[in-house]
């Protein structure tokens, strides 16, 4: 028998130590693996930009498992049923897409929380309690469950100190992309204007005592927002390092033909 293991991501973001992160698209084990040791704090596995569905969720967890990278998964959308399924297989959190108001971040909450806190399904073997032998489970997954919320528009960086104020949300994620797109700067995530709006909406939720994190994929702007109070940040993708490696070594090797 064991007991359910610590979230260190989700502490670190509670007492404002500072996690580096990369975002996992590429919807596979093996890339997962190859990254496990890279020293990321946390990674996030995307359901909603990529085709991964659930068993290759539970594969990546399992690569992940014997690193000291906590891994994240972003469900497509707030469908409890969903939601279930990633914590019955052991993800320690997850990042809700699209959040617009309270009643949708306290839904988030809901469908990570057993009753009567809550809506999630009881299944009593599973991989998230190491197929029943965590004996703590039931009385310790809550504490240990990081459960963050994603702003996107202009109507939700409107109410972004009543959603971080939710009971249970344990984080507030920005997504510079759709916020740029509702903004009228459609594929202009680093506009000054984006991250005018950004930062203001991130120190009201710093100044209710919640962490904020985003994703860049620049290593400036994510040391610059680190050192600014952003608690988590994701520094780019392996899918980007992939693609723009793959660029580089091309355009490299073409350069030096004769």
């Known amino acids: 028998m064991s007991q359910l293991k610590s979230n260190t991501f989700k502490h670190a973001i509670l007492s404002g130590r500072p996690q580096v992160g990369l975002w996992i698209s590429l919807c596979s084990n093996f890339a997962a693996e190859v990254v496990a040791y890279s020293g990321f704090d946390w990674a996030l596995l995307d359901m909603e930009h990529s085709p991964n ?32 399924r990633l914590l019955d297989i052991g993800s320690p959190g997850l990042l809700f897409p699209m959040v617009q108001s309270p009643d949708e971040a306290a839904a988030a909450v809901a469908a990570c929380r057993y009753p ?9 073997t599973h991989r998230g309690n190491r197929f029943g032998h965590v004996t703590d489970y039931f009385d310790r997954v809550e504490d240990e469950t990081c459960i963050l919320v994603q702003v996107e528009t202009r109507h939700a960086l409107d ?43 991130a120190d009201k939720v710093r100044a209710l005592g919640k962490p904020v994190g985003t ?22 993708s392996d899918l980007g390092l992939l693609a723009r490696g793959a660029d580089a070594l091309c355009a490299n090797v073409r350069k030096g033909l004769a």
């Open 53 to 84: 569905e659930v068993p290759v969720v539970l594969s990546q967890l399992q690569a992940f498992a014997a690193s000291d990278t906590i891994p994240v998964a972003r469900p497509a959308w707030n469908d409890p049923v969903l939601v279930k």
């Open 116 to 124: 009567p806190n809550g809506m999630r399904g009881v299944g009593m």
């Open 159 to 201: 109410q972004v100190e009543a959603i971080a104020a939710v009971d249970g949300v344990d984080g507030v994620f920005f997504g510079p992309a759709d916020i740029a797109a509702d903004l009228g700067k459609l594929a202009k995530p680093m506009d000054d204007e984006v991250w005018t709006v950004i930062t203001a909406a």
């Open 215 to 236: 994703l860049v994929n620049s290593v400036d702007k994510a040391t610059s927002l680190l050192n600014a109070g952003f608690s988590f940040v994701a520094c780019g």
